[in-house]
Every structure is written in C-alpha cells, then in structure tokens.
C-alpha cells in the first residue's frame, strides 16, 4: 500500500457527521467500513512524530532527502484511518477510526487475509482497556457480525466521506527543521 501523509486532523472532524470514534471500556457498536470519498481507499496510512508539548507532525522521510525529526531522535509512529458508518436503529452516521499498529495488525489485517477487503460487512468493535507503561488506554476488538434485524442497512450513496487527500499535506521541510533544532537545544 502506498504511505500518504495526514494532517488537518481538526478539519477532518469537521468534515465528517460524527468525528472521532472513541469507545470506553466494554463500550460495544455496529460499524460498516466505508471507501474514501475517491471510492478507492478505506484506510489511508502514515508514519507520524509526536513532539510533547509541540504537536503531531506527519514524517516526511520519502518525500524530502531527509526527515529532520527522524535524525533528532523523534519515534515515528505508524497511524491508520478508516471511514467507517456507526449503525444503530435509526441508520448510520459517518465517524472516523484512528489507530495504530496494534488495531492493524489484530483486527484489519486478519479479516483483509479472510476476506480480501473490509468494506462488504458489518463490524461489532468492543472498547477494551488496556496499559502501556504509564499510558492506560482504550484498544478496540473487531468481531464480523450480522446487522441486528432491527437496524436499518447502510445506504452508502447517502453517507458523506472523508476525502482523504484534501488532508494528505506534507509539512513544509523548514518547519520541521526548526522544531528539531528546538529539540536540540
């Protein structure tokens, strides 16, 4: 798959009919994976930097010579987002996953092995608790599931998407530069 790169996460909120999908512990709903607005991409994926009390910035390693958060030290984090519809009885709205490495590779990865695509059936995601060091988090478990009889089936045309690549922004190299220098001092 290719690497896009994402910023613009506050525009991308505005964007969809719900936002960000966030569950709390035990927190159970129906999803249905949905294409990108281009209709050809339900995850777009990239390498992200985190910098504490600066903010998030997308690495431009492969896209520049160079990557200036790389060389100073900044972990690079693998991020996925997906459109998906939460479905409940009175029909879907459009929200957004974002997850890392983990979600991949428990969840997507087996059911794209399985089924060779996400976007043909529905999902029941479960929070679930979880810790990482000093981090307590929530990590969803997917299970495919039938759509409950008194629910209403998604009517895609309806829905609006995200359009992925009007927030597939690269960073200006200077920026970057200038935030690792700070690092370095």
Not at 53 to 62: A, E, L, M, N
Not at 75 to 100: E, H, P, Q, S, W
Not at 153 to 163: A, F
Request: aromatic share 10%; with cysteine.
């Amino acid at each position: 798959m290719t690497q896009p790169f994402f910023t613009g996460l506050d525009n991308m909120k505005k964007a969809t009919s719900g936002g960000e999908l966030k569950l709390g512990d035990k927190e159970k709903v129906i999803i249905k994976f949905l294409d990108d607005a281009d209709g050809e991409h339900p995850i777009a994926q990239y390498y992200n930097h985190y910098v504490p009390g600066v903010g998030s910035f997308p690495c431009v390693d492969g896209i520049y010579d160079h990557c200036p958060l790389c060389e100073a030290g900044v972990k690079r984090i693998y991020r996925m987002l997906a459109n998906v519809a939460v479905v409940d009885k009175d029909g879907a709205v459009v929200n957004f996953i974002r997850k890392g490495r983990e979600f991949v590779s428990e969840c997507l990865t087996t059911y794209l092995d399985e089924y060779g695509t996400l976007t043909d059936r529905y999902y029941k995601i479960i929070g679930d608790s979880r810790t990482m060091g000093d981090t307590n988090y929530v990590a969803f478990k997917m299970i495919p599931t039938e759509l409950p009889k008194d629910y209403k089936e998604v009517d895609e045309s309806e829905l609006r998407r995200i359009d992925w690549s009007t927030f597939l922004i690269t960073p200006k190299l200077e920026e970057l530069e200038r935030v690792a220098n700070d690092l370095r001092k």
